[in-house]
């Protein structure tokens, strides 16, 4: 059993970086269970456990030590950045060498490959949760909520279900994760709190010619436009999709 502790950064009283209407501790929240549900429902033999899973306080010291005590075999501390800048960062402690090292530039490269971010490089901090972790760390900065193109990115829930994805498969090449066995490949074009958006999705995806399901999934509305066993078809429908105009992805 593989043990992945996720940390949803902030919370509670705390918001960490605030701009263009959002709320660092809420995008964090979101991408981690996201990412919780992935790992949960499509890999076999991982233990997932979360610093917080609702918008409570929660101090650096209790993080690590819930991760410390559990047992944790590695711990992915998720953070938006702030500072005018733009993309995406990773950093693991000063120093650490493999399998620390090995498994942040799978993560890194992975999600640099597959989000729509700028790589701003691989670094080091001595920040708490790296430091007092007795186990491989990491802490992803994903985008920049001060910036306006990275902030308009982090508003849509599709987005940010992508940034999981992109932690999920780094995940799952860092710690050779084993996928359960699906015989069917489903494409998404969105998900949404609210009913109402993912209904309005599905009815313009319907009066374009593709078909819309809309599936109450861990809170989230998601509109799903269509499941095959072929992994060759479910690609072709996510390249109709985006050149309707539609954010798409498969997963199974």
Not at 39 to 67: H, K, P
Request: charged share 20%; proline share 1%.
């Amino acid at each position: 059993m593989v043990k992945i502790f996720i940390d949803p950064g902030h919370g509670g009283t705390d918001s960490g970086a605030a701009a263009n209407g959002l709320l660092e501790k809420n995008i964090t929240l979101q991408i981690a269970l996201f990412l919780r549900d992935m790992l949960i429902s499509e890999y076999d033999g991982v233990s997932v456990r979360l610093s917080r899973s609702i918008d409570q306080s929660v101090t650096l010291s209790q993080r690590t030590n819930a991760a410390n005590s559990w047992g944790a075999d590695y711990f992915v501390s998720i953070h938006i950045n702030a500072g005018g800048g733009t993309g995406f960062e990773s950093y693991v402690y000063p120093g650490v060498s493999a399998p620390t090292t090995t498994y942040r530039n799978a993560l890194h490269d992975e999600i640099v490959r597959s989000v729509d971010f700028a790589d701003r490089g691989k670094k080091t901090a001595n920040f708490h949760v790296l430091r007092e972790t007795s186990m491989s760390a990491i802490l992803t900065e994903n985008g920049f909520i001060d910036t306006v193109a990275d902030a308009n990115k982090l508003r849509n829930a599709t987005f940010l279900q992508g940034i999981a994805r992109a932690h999920a498969t780094g995940l799952e090449k860092a710690l050779q994760l084993k996928k359960k066995a699906s015989n069917l490949y489903k494409v998404q074009a969105g998900a949404f709190k609210v009913k109402a958006n993912a209904d309005e999705l599905a009815a313009t995806l319907k009066s374009k010619g593709f078909e819309a399901l809309v599936v109450l999934d861990s809170g989230m509305y998601r509109v799903q436009a269509g499941a095959f066993r072929s992994k060759q078809n479910a690609d072709d429908l996510v390249s109709r999709l985006k050149q309707a105009g539609h954010d798409a992805f498969v997963f199974q």
